[in-house]
């Protein structure tokens, strides 16, 4: 009997990896959070700080989504890079967020970071197989 893995499935691969990135982003949340309650940062490093963040899901989201897949980096993290600026984008369209300048560095950002997160996941050296 074979092992069925949702990793296989692109829909499945897409949608993990994702979930994978915004576990990052919330715990990064949670540390940010932390040190702002610690210290005093300015507004504009927080800004600088959650677009590092949101940055750093949409690469974990394409190099893991790249690693499963195994192919079509470029591709792959380009959509991981899409799949979570539709989601920021969902969260401000929910909280009324005013749209800025900000907001598309941000989106650009996520882009080029899934982009970056896929192709590293496509070249990481496998060991062993992943599923």
Avoid: D, Q
């Amino acid at each position: 009997m074979r092992h069925v893995s949702l990793w296989k499935s692109h829909i499945g691969r897409y949608f993990l990896s994702v979930l994978k990135g915004l576990c990052l982003i919330a715990a990064g949340g949670f540390g940010i959070a932390g040190i702002l309650l610690a210290g005093n940062l300015s507004a504009p490093v927080m800004v600088w700080l959650m677009h590092i963040l949101w940055s750093a899901g949409a690469f974990t989201a394409g190099r893991c989504a790249g690693f499963h897949g195994r192919k079509h980096g470029i591709l792959t993290g380009l959509l991981c890079g899409f799949c979570m600026s539709m989601l920021f984008l969902t969260g401000c369209v929910l909280l009324h967020e005013e749209y800025k300048t900000g907001m598309l560095i941000r989106i650009l950002m996520m882009f080029c970071a899934g982009i970056a997160g896929g192709i590293a996941g496509v070249n990481v050296r496998l060991k062993k197989p992943p599923y």
